[in-house]
């Protein structure tokens, strides 16, 4: 008799060059005095918190939540249309830098870079993560152009807020979506579990509730 395989595992790391790209990772907490009681409250989503949420999501989707489904299409959407938004700047920089004549411009880097384990349980983490990497790239050009007198603080400001932004709004977004052991079933009979959803979440697109429109990756 021959044995069957295990299970498969991964290993993954993102290399980060900026504090401005850790920062996306490790997200932020606050301390939040409740009646004399101080307890911590995450005020950033980071990417870690954001790939655990998603397994939520991700999981509850496979069991036939349209509200995860519908989320799992608004956080791949954001995601997408930063990393458009984040490409489109870095080469809008780089074509800046290489414009330059007679002076060849190489974007600075960390001289300790910091190495970041990736274990996630699903796709977006992971995705969110080559996002953060291409902020990151982003990031380390601006920082030269910057310093190099290319482009002034203000713009480096905008740039490096707007790019940051986009990421931490599609972070936000797994943070919204609440776990209600809702599915269409439930919904189509009118069932309690289904006016609990409702309630948490709000209203259900038709596209969602009838598996018309769904994320890419998906199960």
């Not at 993954?12 to 920062?23: D, G, P, V, Y």
């Not at 290319?150 to 490096?160: A, G, V």
Request: net charge neutral; hydrophobic share 45%; with cysteine.
């Amino acid at each position: 008799e021959q044995s069957s395989p295990g299970p498969l595992r991964s290993e993954a790391s993102l290399e980060i060059q900026t504090r401005e790209a850790q920062k996306l990772v490790v997200g932020r907490q606050v301390d939040i005095d409740s009646g004399g009681t101080v307890r911590k409250v995450e005020h950033i989503v980071g990417l870690h918190s954001f790939g655990r949420r998603m397994g939520k999501i991700w999981v509850a989707a496979q069991h036939d939540d349209p509200f995860a489904d519908w989320y799992l299409l608004q956080v791949e959407t954001a995601l997408n249309t930063a990393k458009i938004t984040i490409r489109a700047k870095n080469i809008e920089l780089s074509q800046l830098m290489d414009g330059v004549n007679a002076i060849k411009i190489k974007t600075s880097q960390s001289i300790n870079p910091v190495s970041v384990d990736l274990h996630f349980s699903n796709p977006y983490g992971y995705i969110a993560a080559y996002l953060i990497a291409e902020f990151d790239s982003l990031a380390c050009t601006v920082l030269t152009a910057s310093h190099i007198g290319l482009i002034d603080r203000s713009l480096r400001t905008k740039m490096m807020e707007s790019a940051s932004k986009l990421i931490r709004k599609a972070f936000l977004l797994s943070a919204q979506w609440r776990f209600t052991g809702v599915t269409r079933a439930a919904i189509r009979a009118d069932e309690m579990t289904a006016q609990t959803a409702f309630d948490l979440i709000g209203e259900l697109p038709y596209d969602h509730l009838e598996l018309m429109l769904r994320a890419k990756i998906a199960l």
